[in-house]
């Protein structure tokens, strides 16, 4: 069964937002990863490493995640791409089902595939202009 929750980019402030959402509506991150942790962040200015890559926090049977948009790597944030539907599915195959389905006649921004996360994932625009993600977890061995 597909879960959907919304995914959220910031210029900068994930952390300060994340925090007060976490004041707004309790709990604690689940997931909190900075640039400087992932496998170019070395590559970045250390002002741009401390950014965040990706938080998650748990409301209700929902997750609000979210990320820094962090230019030098060629992001650039603007009003319309700064919210996003992420929908996780429980196989590859699924993802990419749904992923197919939701860019006919739309665009793809990243085509669905593996990270260094451990995740299969892809993100894209449907025709109807509303942004997407979609992940699978890809089980440790």
Same mark, same amino acid.
């Given at each position: %069964?597909?879960?959907? =929750?919304?995914?959220?980019?910031?210029?900068? *402030?994930?952390?300060?937002?994340?925090?007060?959402?976490?004041?707004? #509506?309790?709990? @604690? #991150?689940?997931?909190?990863?900075? &640039?400087?942790?992932?496998?170019? !962040?070395? /590559?970045? /200015?250390?002002?741009?490493?401390?950014?965040? %890559?990706? $938080?998650?926090?748990?409301? !209700?049977?929902?997750?609000? %995640? !979210?990320?820094? $948009?962090?230019?030098? &790597? !060629? +992001? /650039?944030?603007?009003?319309? *791409? =700064?919210?996003?539907?992420?929908?996780?599915?429980?196989? @590859?195959?699924?993802?990419?089902?749904?992923? *197919?389905?939701?860019?006919?006649?739309?665009?793809? +921004? &990243?085509?669905?595939?593996?990270?260094?996360?451990?995740?299969? #994932?892809? $993100?894209?625009?449907?025709?109807?202009? $509303?942004?997407? &993600?979609?992940?699978? @977890?890809?089980? /440790?061995?």
């Amino acid at each position: %069964m597909a879960k959907i =929750n919304p995914y959220l980019n910031f210029n900068g *402030n994930t952390e300060e937002a994340f925090c007060f959402y976490k004041s707004v #509506f309790g709990g @604690e #991150f689940i997931f909190l990863q900075r &640039m400087k942790e992932t496998p170019e !962040g070395d /590559k970045l /200015k250390p002002e741009e490493q401390e950014l965040i %890559m990706h $938080i998650a926090l748990p409301i !209700g049977s929902n997750i609000l %995640m !979210g990320s820094d $948009i962090v230019e030098s &790597m !060629g +992001h /650039k944030l603007r009003v319309g *791409n =700064n919210s996003f539907i992420s929908v996780s599915l429980e196989t @590859e195959e699924e993802a990419d089902r749904i992923f *197919n389905q939701l860019s006919a006649d739309g665009l793809v +921004h &990243m085509p669905l595939q593996k990270t260094f996360w451990d995740a299969y #994932f892809g $993100i894209l625009t449907d025709k109807y202009g $509303i942004q997407w &993600m979609v992940d699978c @977890e890809i089980p /440790k061995k």
